[in-house]
């Protein structure tokens, strides 16, 4: 069984996701942006390991706390080449919000659409969803039907796309052309606020969903 915990984390309260092979104690996490002894909590019960830290892109609220969730778990940072720009620029982003200086992460690796990576006996995949930032990717458990889409999908909304790097029209692209099609009952584990469906997205959603052409 994969494993699936978070907690919501820091002035945004952006939610920082693990995902654990129950069977093998190997995880990843995604997006550890802040409280990271809280973001390690998540690790118990089981005593999982984290193999890896997943960002789904480079904004603050979901990559402040990286540098320091690796130096503790030992685990390489990876993330989109196109959001190193935005990553490389956290203490400009922490400066924009009157916060104190943020070190950027090392990054091991960049990732690519269609990578694959195991997680104890579970396989993930990611997916290039460019429009929130450049190098947007989402996180696709296909097995347990279940993506985890950092900013670019919410219940009831979309990633805003005024910020610098944003793209509407590829947001857009993103969630029809890469999102909907992974089928409507993959739970959609999301940046900020509540879980939902990619069926619920695709029928409801008012920026993206049908009901825009009801």
């Given at each position: 069984m994969l494993v699936v915990?978070?907690?919501a984390v820091g002035p945004f309260q952006m939610n920082a996701w693990l995902a654990g092979c129950d069977r093998t104690g190997e995880a990843v996490l995604i997006d550890p942006g802040d409280e990271i002894?809280?973001?390690?909590g998540l690790l118990e019960p089981g005593g999982f390991q984290v193999g890896r830290i997943v960002l789904t892109h480079g904004h603050i609220d979901h990559a402040a706390g990286a540098a320091e969730?690796?130096?503790?778990?030992?685990?390489p940072v990876q993330i989109h080449e196109g959001d190193e720009p935005i990553l490389a620029r956290l203490s400009a982003q922490a400066a924009m919000f009157g916060f104190a200086p943020v070190e950027p992460p090392?990054?091991?690796?960049?990732h690519v659409h269609g990578e694959r990576f195991a997680v104890?006996?579970?396989?993930?995949?990611?997916?290039?969803?460019p429009g929130h930032t450049p190098g947007s990717c989402a996180i696709h458990f296909a097995a347990a039907?279940?993506?985890?889409?950092?900013?670019?999908?919410?219940?009831?909304?979309?990633?805003?796309t005024d910020l610098p790097g944003g793209d509407g029209a590829a947001l857009d692209r993103s969630i029809r052309q890469v999102l909907f099609p992974l089928g409507d009952d993959v739970r959609v584990l999301c940046g900020h606020g509540p879980p939902t469906t990619i069926g619920e997205e695709r029928r409801?959603?008012?920026?993206?969903?049908?009901?825009?052409r009801r």
């Open positions: 915990r978070h907690v002894s809280r973001v390690l969730a690796a130096r503790r778990t030992g685990a090392a990054i091991a690796r960049h104890g006996e579970h396989e993930a995949t990611v997916l290039h969803v039907r279940v993506v985890f889409v950092g900013d670019t999908l919410f219940a009831g909304s979309v990633g805003r409801e959603n008012p920026f993206v969903g049908e009901r825009l």
